[in-house]
């Protein structure tokens, strides 16, 4: 669960985030709108602690993320999924080197690296390309890799920055079904985007953005596939206990 | 993670990062093992140096040259005069005859120089052995004042006058090589961050996806400044082999003795070639660390 209490983020005098209130359960889906600069990535950022809340508070999973001490922010990193628009991925490293990056870090043996690759792999429907290398793949399936990369941990949460930004609509109808399979199978998904045509499926939630503030709420009625407003403002804390 | 599973990764990639820029590496390797170089030459002169004084103050002697027409019984007279002073170990007398002898020996080329002036060509002389620490310098030097007023010595010649010179001599050549070696490895530490902050920069992607997915700091680190000591130890290693390399050419030259009998060239420790490697490693080890406080 992500709660956000009044928060603001300020970088000098400009105003990149101000008075953001906002509750994620488990397990929603969520596409962060807005136009470019109006603070989608900040907003990821302050999730996975790239960034520190200049106000109001942070609450991942019940931790809040802005007291978290910097030596134990990688611990917190190691729930988050992060995908971002231009792939990251490493040229000189393998697609299976590039997903196991995590599990080195833990200290996996590579026999284990290798079997959790080809099974985050295997979700993203790559699992074929263990040895290739970046430079081999189409920007659809780099973008795939990096979406293995983020799960390998199996996160609760995966933070998508514009993942379909480089990519044709054909590829980005793919990339958010990905994205859709993997929320199915109960990780949150927060997907920043300033596409507004993206598909939606009921109960999918809209948080938009505008310089910096948070200026729409909805999630889409499963039903009559209409949008229902939620109510902008600090979330209850008694009822997110 | 294990620490020896860390300690795994960082060397192994510390030696993926020095090979794969094995240019940079090498400047940074060379540029360590020139700095200890011409510190650990330094330090060996002045060591040698400094042993040869060590030496000759324990052969050093007073001279006492006297006037040429002293006789037998006065030269005796002077001689116990001397002897009863408790600092003084033995006194030999040189007559003319045995000092023009010794000339010849030391200067055969020149010997006819003093065989052509007869036998009283050189002076007859008192050389007098001391035990310094049995007496205090300025009652030393009061002794040795009044020893040159006996109207029978024309001079006193005092060993440990220049001796002390030569001893300020080392002095300086370790302070010369210490302030060069400070300079260069100040240098070497430079070019070590240098190339550190160029690698760093070089895999800053990988360091941002390091951080992205939950690497610490000591790991995403640690390999950096095990390349750091990396190059460290190998310049330090080839500045030891440099100066080992140069140490046996000198040896080569010369049985014991070199630069007119001024330095002693002792055998070489092995205690100072691991200082010498330890120093490298230190110093690749203070470049790492600047540069990641800066780059990473």
């Not at chain 1, 906002?22 to 602690?49: D, E, H, M, N």
């Not at chain 2, 120093?279 to 990641?292: I, P, T």
Request: glycine share 8%.
């Amino acid at each position: 669960m992500i709660q956000f209490f009044d928060v603001g983020k300020r970088f000098g005098d400009r105003v990149a985030l101000a008075d953001v209130n906002f509750k994620i359960p488990r397990g929603q889906f969520v596409f962060l709108r807005g136009p470019s600069g109006a603070g989608k990535t900040t907003l990821l950022k302050l999730i996975y602690r790239a960034e520190s809340p200049s106000e109001g508070q942070i609450l991942v999973n019940g931790r809040n993320v802005g007291s978290i001490p910097k030596r134990k922010v990688p611990f917190l990193r190691r729930t988050i999924g992060v995908v971002f628009q231009e792939f990251s991925l490493i040229e000189r490293r393998t697609v299976s080197d590039n997903v196991t990056y995590l599990p080195r870090i833990l200290g996996e043996r590579r026999p284990e690296r290798r079997r959790l690759a080809a099974e985050a792999l295997a979700k993203v429907g790559l699992d074929h390309l263990q040895d290739a290398f970046p430079a081999e793949l189409s920007g659809g399936e780099q973008q795939r890799v990096a979406i293995a990369r983020a799960l390998i941990s199996r996160p609760q949460i995966l933070i998508a920055d514009e993942p379909t930004g480089n990519l044709d609509p054909e590829l980005s109808r793919d990339i958010i079904s990905l994205f859709f399979e993997i929320n199915r199978q109960g990780t949150t998904v927060i997907l920043a985007t300033h596409n507004p045509s993206l598909r939606r499926r009921g109960r999918d939630r809209i948080l938009k953005l505008e310089s910096g503030r948070l200026v729409e709420d909805r999630i889409m009625d499963p039903i009559s596939a209409e949008d229902i407003p939620v109510a902008l403002g600090p979330p209850d804390p008694v009822a997110t206990r | 993670m294990t620490f020896f599973q860390a300690l795994s990764h960082f060397l192994r990639e510390a030696g993926l990062n020095l090979v794969r820029g094995w240019r940079v590496s090498i400047l940074a390797v060379v540029t360590i093992a020139a700095s200890l170089y011409v510190g650990g030459v330094f330090l060996i002169l002045s060591h040698g140096i400094s042993s040869s004084v060590e030496n000759w103050r324990g052969e050093a002697r007073v001279v006492a040259y006297l006037e040429a027409e002293t006789t037998a019984v006065r030269v005796e007279e002077i001689r116990r005069r001397v002897e009863s002073a408790s600092w003084v170990i033995g006194v030999e007398t040189i007559s003319s005859a045995e000092a023009s002898d010794r000339f010849s020996e030391t200067f055969p080329e020149i010997s006819d120089l003093v065989a052509s002036q007869g036998e009283a060509a050189l002076p007859p002389s008192l050389e007098i052995s001391l035990a310094p620490d049995r007496v205090e310098p300025p009652v030393l030097q009061d002794w040795l004042e009044q020893l040159a007023e006996f109207p029978e010595v024309a001079m006193v010649d005092d060993d440990r006058r220049w001796l002390a010179q030569v001893d300020v001599f080392a002095s300086l050549l370790r302070l010369l090589g210490l302030v060069l070696g400070v300079v260069l490895l100040g240098a070497a530490v430079f070019t070590t961050a240098t190339v550190i902050r160029l690698t760093a920069h070089v895999y800053r992607r990988e360091i941002a996806v390091q951080r992205l997915v939950g690497g610490t700091e000591f790991y995403i680190r640690g390999p950096f400044v095990i390349e750091g000591v990396l190059q460290g130890l190998l310049g330090g290693i080839l500045s030891a082999m440099a100066i080992g390399f140069s140490f046996s050419l000198l040896a080569a030259r010369g049985p014991a003795q070199l630069a007119g009998g001024l330095f002693a060239l002792e055998p070489l420790s092995w205690r100072l070639l691991v200082q010498v490697v330890a120093v490298g490693a230190a110093a690749g080890l203070l470049g790492a660390l600047l540069s990641l406080r800066r780059e990473i």
